[in-house]
């Protein structure tokens, strides 16, 4: 079956399956992973010494332990996992699809199509690290979490119900699970699905009746989503942790997988700020990071240190603004539009991004990256993101707003004021703050900056404490069930709260084919229809860099995971003699 690249919690899109090929701009490299470019699966390989540990940054924070959560859906959750998450597979830096390899004995099979049928076969061996298969109970848990459906889980804030609503059944017997779907369920990528996340055995270990008291379901997701997991099924287990602040991860002997592990330890350690994590890099405290931003200063700091290497290139996360409809300005479309018009993102771009990245191009395509064959500009027509004022005031003007004393009040004579929100470590969302409120100024709207807690990104979303925010989308290179999560009604992700039953139309549609071409097709009506609703303005994707000691083998960054460099921790390593 043919696959193209879509965007689950990141938009991802390329035709080509190679780094090299994917929309990079101005690549810079270190001469030790200059092999990256044209080998991005296997470059930076090596002979790995027996024992050895890596301190690796994080330059954000996280405030769940749970991904399942709309809170928990971030990508340094996703990082401070990634030694023992039960995902179905990766994707490496070539684009391929790689499945796991501690849980699975063979990639998911589709059975049937009419319904979706899907069968899985567990890896003999495959368990939690405490000696407890991975059995079907696992996979219906995983169903009830995220089914959106009080009568499953009743106080659920599931991130995604794209799946999990569509599922009908799932029975098992020791080595083989089949999950049957719902007759409305024909997703072109039915085999990249999550179909684990938390075992089953240690909510009912607490007391829960998970599968019959849809109550006590929640109580385990609330449990799972505040307690450091004692349980692995990768390749490392959980020594100490302390959310937000560091993971410490040993190996996991009950691992199922067939790579050897190497490493004694892995420590995942928060550094705040781009210059912190430099500087302790170089004084030789940590041994690498991949920062989910980078900046002209960082590669200033970089370049020539001794015994360092580095990449720069366009990484998984896509750059954003997002508006807040519950907000009583932002309820009213004509001034969304007119607030997105009035935003300079060419300036913005220069003022940030391309001090990185200098040919770095705007994002046209919510779902899809420029040079994809199903990339369509659907913004610059509108002009959304010129900074075309006059336009702005003219709709405003049309919709009955007025501008008194430099101030512009809505027809029912109300001064507008909004907030903007972003992350306090990020410095380009700052400096983009900065600009969208000289921008929104010069409309008559005043906004006010509101730096967020890395930490406490997640709830700010989650709990739409905002009215305009900036953040990034982080994931794996697909599209389908983008659209579900950004902008479906009720969406754990739909964080703005947008609700536009013709968009609902068409995201179930692009769920409901098995054609990739034809979902695709679908996916761009819903970029379409979201410009016109003004929800969410893409910037660029984002340049990013990894950075690490050169006495790591294994380590190489992959634009196709939003784990970036950790995609294959497994394989990580120090130089052998």
């Not at 170089?282 to 980078?294: M, T």
């Not at 100024?441 to 990104?457: F, H, M």
């Not at 990739?516 to 009506?525: H, I, R």
Request: charged share 20%.
């Amino acid at each position: 079956m043919k696959r193209h690249h879509k965007a689950a919690v990141a938009a991802l899109a390329c035709t080509a399956l190679v780094l090299a090929g994917c929309g990079q701009g101005e690549d810079t490299t270190s001469s030790g992973l200059d092999a990256c470019l044209t080998d991005p699966a296997d470059c930076n390989g090596g002979e790995r010494a027996d024992g050895g540990e890596i301190t690796w940054a994080l330059d954000g924070s996280w405030g769940s332990w749970n991904q399942n959560t709309s809170e928990g859906n971030t990508a340094y959750v996703a990082m401070a996992l990634v030694g023992l998450w039960p995902a179905t597979g990766q994707f490496d830096p070539n684009g391929e699809y790689i499945v796991n390899e501690g849980i699975f004995a063979a990639a998911p099979a589709l059975v049937k199509e009419d319904p979706v049928t899907v069968e899985y076969t567990l890896k003999g061996g495959a368990n939690w690290g405490d000696g407890t298969d991975i059995t079907v109970d696992d996979f219906i848990y995983h169903w009830y979490a995220t089914s959106g459906d009080a009568a499953l889980c009743e106080g659920c804030d599931p991130a995604n119900i794209t799946r999990g609503s569509q599922i009908e059944s799932i029975t098992g017997d020791d080595s083989t699970v089949t999950v049957t779907y719902k007759d409305s369920y024909h997703s072109a990528e039915w085999q990249y699905e999550d179909v684990l996340s938390e075992p089953a055995h240690i909510a009912e270990e607490q007391g829960l009746d998970w599968q019959n008291d849809p109550k006590d379901m929640a109580a385990a997701e609330d449990y799972f989503a505040i307690t450091v997991p004692t349980w692995s099924s990768g390749p490392f287990k959980i020594a100490d942790a302390k959310i937000g602040e560091h993971v410490v991860y040993v190996p996991n002997e009950d691992w199922a997988g067939e790579t050897e592990v190497t490493l004694d330890k892995i420590t995942f350690r928060v550094i705040n700020g781009l210059d912190n994590i430099t500087t302790a890099l170089r004084n030789g405290e940590i041994d690498g990071a991949s920062p989910f931003s980078v900046n002209a200063e960082t590669i200033t700091q970089l370049q020539g240190a001794e015994g360092l290497e580095y990449q720069v290139a366009a990484g998984p996360s896509w750059e954003h603004i997002d508006l807040n409809t519950q907000n009583e300005f932002l309820a009213d479309p004509v001034l969304r539009q007119a607030v997105f018009t009035a935003i300079d993102l060419e300036n913005i771009i220069g003022r940030t991004y391309a001090y990185v990245q200098s040919d770095i191009e705007r994002k046209g395509n919510h779902l899809f990256r420029n040079g994809s064959e199903y990339y369509t500009d659907h913004l610059s027509a509108t002009g959304q993101g010129t900074g075309d004022i006059e336009l702005a005031y003219d709709l405003l003007a049309e919709a009955g707003y007025e501008l008194e004393d430099g101030v512009l009040h809505t027809p029912d004579g109300e001064p507008v004021e909004l907030d903007y929100r972003y992350s306090e470590s990020k410095e380009n969302r700052r400096i983009t703050g900065e600009l969208v409120q000289a921008n929104l100024a010069d409309l008559g709207i005043e906004v006010e900056l509101r730096s967020i807690p890395d930490a406490d990104l997640g709830k700010v979303l989650g709990q739409g404490e905002f009215d305009m925010i900036a953040f990034g989308w982080s994931s794996d290179p697909l599209f389908v069930s983008s659209a579900s999560q950004y902008w479906g009604t009720g969406s754990g992700s739909n964080f703005g709260s947008l609700s536009d039953p013709a968009l609902d139309e068409l995201i179930g549609k692009i769920n409901g084919t098995l054609d990739f071409d034809e979902a695709a097709g679908y996916a761009n009506a819903a970029v379409q229809q979201v410009v016109q609703d003004a929800y969410s303005l893409p910037i660029v994707d984002t340049p990013v860099a990894v950075m690490l000691s050169d006495r790591l083998v294994n380590v190489r960054d992959n634009w196709a995971s939003q784990q970036r460099a950790a995609y294959n921790i497994a394989e990580w390593g120090v130089e052998g003699e």
